[in-house]
């Protein structure tokens, strides 16, 4: 899951001391994560019948 965001100095990466990530892509990257697992679901009861 992605975390820029130039606009809050969100710009170093993960294992740097400066990193800092914008908490509003928590909630794009658990609605993606969670819109995954449903699609996830759906195909493997499609593939029981």
Not at 11 to 38: E, R
Request: glycine share 10%.
């Amino acid at each position: 899951m992605g975390t820029r965001n130039e606009g809050k100095d969100c710009v170093y990466s993960w294992h740097s001391p400066k990193f800092q990530f914008d908490p509003a892509c928590l909630k794009i990257g658990g609605g993606l994560y969670s819109m995954s697992v449903f699609k996830a679901i759906e195909y493997l009861k499609s593939e029981e019948a």
